[in-house]
């Protein structure tokens, strides 16, 4: 069997092993008990760190600069009703040149394929220089309080310093590798609390119905231009997620409206401006209102460098595509690591079927993501 046959089994069952288990966030589930022995067989220093709820694992092999790290996330999303999937979400399953399982795309066969690219890159340099990390958190998914986050502290106070960074988060559009991610827009969460007087709706004017008199200001909010973004960024985006108003009661007028929101924010602007941005917006339609901010990320840019270009290359060579930078989707654990000075990305398989039901990754894509990882180790560590 050909080498480049034996490797691109070992990331498909590394794959199915990993999305066997149920690791819905925080939990690990026995992933990170299935990574660590692998990497330990191959140089790797590996230490676990967990925090409050969540497990963490730092690996390394090498003590020289430039550290590269690869990073990335076991926990996933909840899978909803098991009936609405074609194949149990924890069985992995193959069919029709897909790997279907919760995790297949965000973000298991990413942890997979990188894996399987160091491996196999320090099978043939066992001396180059540099260091490889990985950061694996089941945190990823939830709060995000006790993963990346508390992994980075630990690794500032004892002087650890990242250098490069791959985050294998869905980032690919239509093609594997057609753009990585340079960074991501900020997210900001509001939970609105609009008061009103409750009352018998058969009497009005001894009431003050707080859904009737906030329509115009919601509606002004959904509407309202933040700003235009700029060159890396898309404009920030406004988007109601939930409104509750009422005690259940048909012919009750409700005391107080509830409302959450979410922005998806550029470096166009700022959280604190956004806030008072909202706030400005309700008090010229003379509302009672209250308002709980809480950030869900800062946005973050990173410089296009060594890593980048070197990236650039893989894909070209591995996929014949022309890789363009993009900053769109969610947020990733990458908006920690960016600040610490490294440089980052992201590149992982097509995010389409990211958090659905059926959720796949096409095997061809899998074997070739693993690919280009280590060919990006080879140019940065040539």
Request: charged content about 15%.
């Amino acid at each position: 069997m050909h080498t480049e046959t034996i490797a691109n089994l070992a990331v498909l069952e590394l794959a199915q092993q990993l999305i066997a288990c149920p690791s819905i966030t925080p939990q690990d589930a026995g992933c990170q008990a299935i990574i660590a022995p692998r990497l330990l067989h191959a140089g790797f220093q590996c230490e676990s760190m967990r925090f409050g709820d969540v497990d963490n694992l730092w690996a390394r092999y090498g003590k020289q600069s430039p550290l590269f790290v690869f990073a990335g996330h076991t926990d996933v999303v909840p899978t909803g009703s098991e009936l609405a999937w074609t194949s149990p979400p924890f069985q992995p399953t193959v069919r029709d040149g897909y790997l279907y399982g919760r995790g297949a795309t965000d973000m298991k066969s990413g942890l997979a394929a990188m894996i399987v690219a160091a491996e196999n890159f320090i099978a043939q340099h066992k001396s180059f220089p540099g260091s490889i990390g990985f950061l694996i958190t089941s945190d990823e998914e939830g709060p995000a309080l006790h993963g990346t986050k508390q992994v980075l502290e630990t690794l500032l106070q004892r002087q650890e310093y990242i250098n490069y960074c791959i985050v294998g988060e869905a980032s690919s559009e239509i093609q594997l590798g057609d753009q990585v991610r340079i960074g991501r827009r900020g997210s900001l969460h509001g939970k609105l609390i609009i008061r009103g007087k409750q009352g018998h709706v058969a009497y009005p004017h001894l009431a003050l119905n707080p859904v009737h008199h906030s329509l115009a200001a919601l509606h002004q909010l959904t509407q309202e231009t933040w700003d235009q973004g700029n060159q890396a960024f898309p404009a920030t985006t406004f988007q109601i997620t939930h409104i509750h108003a009422g005690t259940g009661a048909l012919n009750v007028i409700p005391g107080a409206l509830e409302v959450c929101f979410n922005f998806r924010f550029s470096t166009a602007v700022t959280a604190k401006q956004l806030q008072e941005r909202v706030a400005a917006i309700l008090r010229q339609s003379n509302i009672d209102f209250e308002i709980q901010w809480e950030i869900g990320g800062h946005p973050f840019l990173s410089r296009q460098g060594k890593l980048f270009h070197a990236t650039q290359r893989a894909i070209q060579e591995i996929t014949g595509l022309h890789t363009k930078p993009s900053t769109g989707g969610g947020t990733s654990d990458g908006r920690f690591i960016a600040p610490t000075g490294a440089e980052v990305l992201e590149l992982g398989p097509c995010h389409s079927s990211a958090h659905q039901v059926d959720e796949g990754v096409r095997i061809k894509d899998l074997e070739m993501l693993s690919a280009c990882y280590q060919r990006i180790l080879e140019l940065l560590f040539k």
